[in-house]
T-cell receptor, first 117, second 111 residues
Framework: GAGVSQSPSNKVTEKGKDVELRCDPI?????LYWYRQSLGQGLEFLIY????????KSGLPSDRFSAERTGGSVSTLTIQRTQQEDSAVYLC???????????????FGDGTRLSIL | GENVEQHPSTLSVQEGDSAVIKCTYS??????FPWYKQELGKGPQLIID?????GEKKDQRIAVTLNKTAKHFSLHITETQPEDSAVYFC??????????FGKGNQVVVIP
């Protein structure tokens, strides 16, 4: 398919473990975004990549959260020493180049549902 | 930062009737306003968007209106069908590529 692909679709892990979530953006999209959606809530911005650089990582909730992007394509979001409050759906989106004053439509994957026991 | 509020939280309509969802935003610098539809277990799907240089945009049964002075924008769905039942999210951005989302609106279309 030509859409944003995320894996795994579901992840259950024990408190204290590290997890890695993967996002494969739409081919040709240089901008990539991570959001978090808690039950019954809207989406909370986490981090934005332009190419391999992250000009805005202000939404990451703590230093346990990190993300990287390599080759201008696939991105991984890593949560270290997971806590129960990290349980949520983690959504990735991508768009064509979004520079300053240039909003481009963001297209989302189906997310990774993370459950911390 | 931008704060987006969305009302009502739940909306039930009879099939064939119209549905209207309203959102307000706080940052007058916001200039891009997309609407997303989210079905259970799926990611949000972009259904329509509007930029601040226009007041209205229409795509078949869906339209969005924007009032920059009052800082609110609305989604209008006409001739609703059961497949329109979903959660709808509005969002706003000021050009920094960071979307601020409302909390969502559950629309239920009653056959």
């Amino acid at each position: 398919g030509a859409g944003v692909s995320q894996s795994p679709s579901n992840k259950v892990t024990e408190k204290g473990k590290d997890v890695e979530l993967r996002c494969d953006p739409i081919s040709g999209h240089t901008a990539l975004y991570w959001y978090r959606q808690s039950l019954g809530q809207g989406l909370e911005f986490l981090i934005y990549f332009q190419g391999n650089s992250a000009p805005d990582k202000s939404g990451l909730p703590s230093d346990r959260f990190s993300a990287e992007r390599t080759g201008g394509s696939v991105s991984t979001l890593t949560i270290q020493r997971t806590q129960q409050e990290d349980s949520a759906v983690y959504l990735c989106a991508s768009s064509f180049t979004g520079g300053a004053d240039s909003n481009q439509p963001q297209h989302f994957g189906d997310g990774t549902r993370l459950s911390i026991l | 930062g931008e704060n987006v509020e969305q009302h009502p939280s739940t909306l039930s309509v009879q099939e064939g009737d119209s549905a209207v969802i309203k959102c307000t935003y706080s940052d007058s610098a916001s200039n891009y306003f997309p609407w997303y539809k989210q079905e259970l277990g799926k990611g949000p799907q972009l259904i329509i968007d509007i930029r601040s240089n226009v007041g209205e945009k229409k795509d078949q049964r869906i339209a969005v209106t924007l009032n920059k002075t009052a800082k609110h924008f609305s989604l209008h769905i006409t001739e609703t069908q059961p497949e329109d039942s979903a959660v709808y999210f509005c969002a706003a951005s000021g050009g920094n590529n960071r979307l601020a989302f409302g909390k969502g609106n559950q629309v239920v279309v009653i056959p």
